[in-house]
């Protein structure tokens, strides 16, 4: 979720080696038609791995898609089916991401506000670094309130707080949470509670709760109803995840017409901003339901739907890989992601996602 003249390119390199109520009347298969079936688990270290490389690999898959409609990407690109940028690379949502994982390696689940807002300050708001680059409106607005010595919860209060900006960095709490979808929600809902409200809070809570489920090894089903379980059922958010799986479940005969229903069931349209959580969260879902948690057609669903592309590419990302783990990762995507490099939080520069989902995930547990 990153404005489009505020992005930039990081080189494509390795960087590593080798329900709620109504929650039950949505339901997908356990493996995508034409798919083997998994025969062998993967680990717990794998699943965090997968959520955190498949959150970066959606996010720099969909960020040349960002803010545009399905029409213009075809007009472009045709249908997107791997990267179509040279040198492609993660936004906000990676970097951001990287930042929660880091507190939450640090604090685990005694994380209050109080370490958010602190680590804001120390990370990003009180380095003099010139004016803040590439990140959403809910981002900026918090900033803002921070530098004018706002606290929080009243830094949240901003004109964006329902965006989607809590939700693109929510997977590292699932990572940290596994097979835990309400301490999950818990747990986001401190961290978000710096620059988030209502909307917004629930949109990270649906995230959240919904890797918990898929590194806990829930099928598509179980991952869908966990993440309606932590939210209010009459919320806007539960309601346009609902639209979104009922939409694509529903038979439309070819790719494009299920793209369309889902995005149709979503969408809100003629609204000027795409970074709204509850129709970045329904976008996600339903990719995730299309594809019954099959890593590429997730995320490469979310990217031919356009809107906030990178945001709901890197959400659909995180769930398809903490279901099946990195392997289910096609290697080419992977090997493109390397350390981030700062163009949005500078303070962040030359860190792994690998090496966060490793922090949350200890070798000894996993």
Not at 29 to 34: C, E, K, N, S, V
Not at 55 to 65: H, I, Q, R, S, T
Not at 101 to 113: E, K, M, W
Not at 215 to 224: E, H, K, N, Q
């Amino acid at each position: 979720m990153q404005d489009m003249a505020d992005r930039e390119k990081a080189p494509a390199t390795d960087g590593r080696p080798g329900g709620g109520p109504g929650a039950a009347a949505v339901t997908a298969p356990a493996t995508a038609p034409g798919t083997a079936a998994v025969t062998t688990a993967p680990t717990l270290r794998e699943r965090a791995r997968g959520a955190l490389l498949g959150l970066a690999v959606g996010d720099a898959l969909g960020a040349p898609a960002e803010n545009m409609r399905p029409s213009e990407i075809r007009r472009r690109w045709g249908r997107i089916e791997g990267f179509v940028a040279d040198d492609p690379a993660g936004t906000d949502d990676t970097e951001y991401a990287i930042l929660s994982g880091l507190l939450l390696a640090r604090h685990g689940s005694a994380l209050t506000v109080a370490q958010v807002e602190a680590a804001w300050h120390h990370w990003i708001a009180d380095l003099d670094e010139g004016p803040f680059r590439g990140a959403g409106f809910s981002e900026r607005g918090t900033l803002e309130n921070l530098r004018r010595g706002l606290a929080a919860p009243i830094s949240a209060q901003h004109r964006h707080a329902w965006s989607d900006g809590l939700a693109m960095r929510a997977a590292p709490f699932g990572v940290h949470a596994a097979g835990r979808p309400q301490e999950a929600a818990r747990l986001v809902a401190i961290d978000g509670t710096v620059s988030h409200e209502g909307e917004g809070i629930y949109g990270g809570q649906a995230v959240a709760a919904g890797v918990a489920a898929a590194m806990a090894g829930a099928g598509p089903a179980g991952v869908i109803g966990a993440a309606l379980s932590v939210v209010p059922m009459d919320s806007w958010t539960a309601r346009s995840l609902r639209r979104g799986v009922v939409a694509a479940q529903r038979p439309h005969g070819s790719v494009l017409a299920t793209e369309r229903a889902v995005r149709s069931a979503v969408v809100i349209g003629g609204y000027p901003w795409t970074d709204l959580a509850p129709e970045a969260v329904g976008l996600a879902f339903g990719a995730f339901a299309v594809a019954r948690g099959d890593f590429r057609t997730s995320v490469l669903t979310a990217v031919n739907m356009g809107r906030d592309a990178d945001t709901t590419a890197a959400v659909a990302g995180a769930l398809a890989g903490a279901f099946a783990g990195r392997a289910a990762i096609p290697p080419e995507w992977a090997a493109a992601i390397g350390p981030v490099r700062g163009s949005c939080l500078p303070a962040m520069r030359g860190r792994h996602v690998l090496d966060v989902a490793d922090l949350l995930v200890p070798q000894a547990s996993s």
